[in-house]
């Protein structure tokens, strides 16, 4: 298990550097004046000069890659123009537009992502497999039929108009609910739930039709293999093979899936925080990129790349203790 771990922390990390390698080519190698679309076009010809001392953009691409690479690891030094300004590590950057940390800018914002993207996948999570399993179980019946219905009709919504639709009758019309305003959890713990649960149903709602698909589709596979045959031929129960059996090889290919959506969260949930009024990092993202603030769209990009090699690297352990047939060694 050591050696397992240990090779997918550095496929992680060779990962997550080949992922920095092409994004920082991407946006400060594109051709054109970097430091002018960076700037913006109100800028005066000091601060382009400013901002290209910054970026040193009169070094070759590989020595500011490394000054990049150097920045993340113990931080660097960028100059003001009268005096240099120091940046902690993990350094990304400062914004263009307000001067901050793009460190600390994505740290004010990631709890939010993160207690939306939470939340999400444990709905999500138990509302797809638990219907999964369900449809499975009873195939061919009229159960089956509705709750393919039901998923199919969650797959071809769109997340803002189940969004819409939950506001509108569950806090205007049924008024169980406030329209949702974020609380973050250190203030209060209870309101950071109750304000996070519509946003957290219209997320799971869209994501747990696919998960119920493919758990239906994975339990029927394992459920037509000849060891499920031969428990049955043997006496054992039907709840027994659907639990202990059919269940556990169902499962291995809703990690996988569960590993890319949930880190694709971290950056991409931009209509849920939209709508719902998240300050999160996707909504920081679309922002960035309205205002062209480059330092920030590259720091969420690296950040929502973290996460997702994050997540999958924790999926594949999880993968080999679900799946025997994995081999850790």
Known sequence: MTGFLLRRAIGAAVTLLAISVIIYVVFYAAPGNVAQISCGPRCSPAQVQQVADQLRLDDPLYLRY???LQGIFVGQDFSTGTALQHCDA????????????????ILTKLPATASLALGAM????????????????RRGRPTERILTGITLAGTATPVFVIGLLLMI????QLQWLPFPQYVPFTDDPEQWAWNLLLPWLSLALIEAAKYARLTRASMLETLAEDHVRTFRAYGVGERS???RHALRGAVAPVIALNANDFGSMFGGAVLSE???????????LVHAVNVVDLPVVVGMVLVTGFFVVLANAVADVLYAVADRRVVLS
């Open 274 to 284: 939209t709508l719902f009024g998240i300050p999160g990092l996707g909504r920081e």
């Open 169 to 172: 009758v569950v806090c205007g």
């Open 66 to 68: 490394w000054h990049f």
């Open 90 to 105: 993990p350094c990304l950057g400062f914004s263009y537009q307000t001067d901050q940390q793009v460190t600390q800018l």
């Open 122 to 137: 444990v709905l999500w999570l138990i509302l797809g497999v638990g219907t999964g399993v369900l449809s499975a179980w």
């Open 241 to 243: 093979i659907i639990g």
